[in-house]
């Protein structure tokens, strides 16, 4: 799944959303792309868990279709 993060926009702010989304599905595999603002996340949670993992490290997220 994809999800577009707009204000991710350095080092920290991957490691905050990597973080938060390993805290709720250890097993997922997360991918941050600050160049484009795109997070790509392999996991067995559904899409509106993982935007809230995302959301809970303080950024707002957005599924993109695939």
Known sequence: MQFNV????????????????KAADPGADVACDLNTHR???????????????IKDAGYDAQQVSA
């Not at 926009?9 to 490691?15: D, E, L, N, P, Q």
């Not at 790509?40 to 809230?52: G, K, N, T």
């Open 6 to 21: 707009p204000d991710m926009s350095c080092g920290h702010c991957t490691a905050a959303i990597e973080k938060s989304v």
């Open 39 to 53: 997070v790509s996340i392999d996991s067995v949670l559904a899409p509106e868990q993982l935007s809230a993992a």
